[in-house]
């Protein structure tokens, strides 16, 4: 079964810094296309960033930029999001996301892990 | 704003036809972009249900289906059903901002 796992989230100051962390299984990880997308509560879906297999092309959503690094680890099927300066707009469940190797939709979702910025 | 823009929200009685709306412009749906199409029932994770404009993944009930002209998507969806009520979101790339993109997000209620 097609699964992923994310873990990491919980509570942090404004300014303060967090490590998502995403593990895969089921499929072959080094070869698709990796993303989180987030969802602030009550609120529709944001995309965040993508990670190519080899890590050579990542791409951030502007909010993020300069604040969040994601990363990854073929040989542990682990995906990363290395998030600081939070601020309370990133106040959210964050999902990992497979990407479809040969289009860009995202299937499966995990299950989400909910990051809380507030003092 | 979203740059795909959705309605907020849509009903329709048991049994009724209803569509959903993803309105873009040239630099995502217009450049030919693929739409997809996600349904996230409250309190679960998003689930896909139409890739690349109007296929269905498997498992997913043939009451649902896509269709994309000029800078709109839009979803379709007969012979409602209670189980039906959920969020729907569309999502596509743009290449103005060089960025994934995700409609607002679509409230369905069956009255």
């Known amino acids: 079964e097609v699964q992923l796992v994310e873990s990491g989230g919980g509570l942090v100051k404004p300014g303060g810094s967090l490590r998502l962390s995403c593990v895969a299984s089921?499929?072959?990880?080094?070869?698709?296309?990796m993303n989180w997308v987030r969802q602030a509560p009550g609120k529709g879906l944001e995309w965040v960033s993508s990670?190519?297999?080899?890590?050579?092309?990542?791409y951030y959503a502007d909010p993020v930029k300069g604040r969040f690094t994601v990363s990854r680890d073929n040989a542990e099927n682990s995906l990363y999001l290395h998030m600081n300066s939070l601020r309370a707009e990133d106040t959210a469940v964050y999902y990992c996301?497979?990407?479809?190797?040969?289009?860009?939709?995202?299937?499966?979702w995990g299950q989400g892990t909910l990051v809380t910025v507030s003092s | 704003q979203s740059v795909l823009t959705q309605p907020p929200s849509v009903s329709g009685a048991p049994g009724q036809r209803v569509t959903i709306s993803c309105t873009g412009s040239?630099?995502?749906?217009?450049?030919?972009?693929?739409v997809h199409w996600y349904q996230q029932v409250p309190g679960t994770t998003p689930k896909l249900l139409i890739f690349?404009?109007?296929n269905r993944p498997s498992g997913v009930s043939d009451r649902f289906s896509g269709s994309k002209s000029g800078t709109s998507a839009s979803l379709a969806i007969t012979g409602l059903q209670a189980e039906d009520e959920a969020d729907y979101y569309c999502?596509?790339?743009?290449?103005?901002?060089?960025?994934?993109?995700f409609g607002g997000g679509t409230k369905l209620t069956v009255l």
């Open positions: 996301v497979r990407e479809a190797t040969h289009s860009n939709w995202f299937d499966p």
């Open positions: 089921g499929f072959t990880f080094s070869s698709y296309r």
């Open positions: 990670i190519s297999t080899g890590s050579n092309y990542i």
């Open positions: 040239s630099s995502n749906i217009g450049a030919d972009y693929d």
């Open positions: 690349n404009d109007i």
């Open positions: 999502h596509s790339f743009d290449s103005r901002l060089s960025a994934v993109v």
